[in-house]
């Protein structure tokens, strides 16, 4: 495995998907905490899979997963299996230390 350090603009554009194989979005940009733990935090994804995310994201551009959730990143990101539930929650949940936190973009 190559350990190289990556542009973190080479995250845009990669397709996203479950570890399942299922077709999540394509990451458009991405989260950083600059202040605290100088990390990605998040991806913000477009084109997004209606299937799954139905009607709740249906009016708006996109949603920001968690970086957290990523397992790998290669030629595409896979992410972690989530239950719609689990989306709903984090994208309606504000962070307890900021509230202004926008999951759904």
Request: aromatic share 4%.
């Amino acid at each position: 495995m190559d350990d190289t350090p990556q542009k973190i603009t080479t995250l845009v554009g990669r397709e996203v998907y479950s570890n399942e194989g299922v077709f999540v979005g394509e990451v458009a940009d991405v989260r950083l905490d600059i202040v605290d733990r100088h990390a990605v935090t998040g991806l913000a994804l477009t084109q997004i899979n209606e299937e799954l995310f139905g009607d709740l994201v249906r009016s708006q551009k996109g949603v920001i997963l968690p970086y957290r959730w990523v397992r790998a990143v290669g030629d595409v990101v896979l992410v972690n299996d989530v239950t719609l539930h689990d989306v709903i929650e984090e994208m309606t949940q504000p962070k307890e230390d900021d509230p202004d936190d926008p999951a759904v973009a």
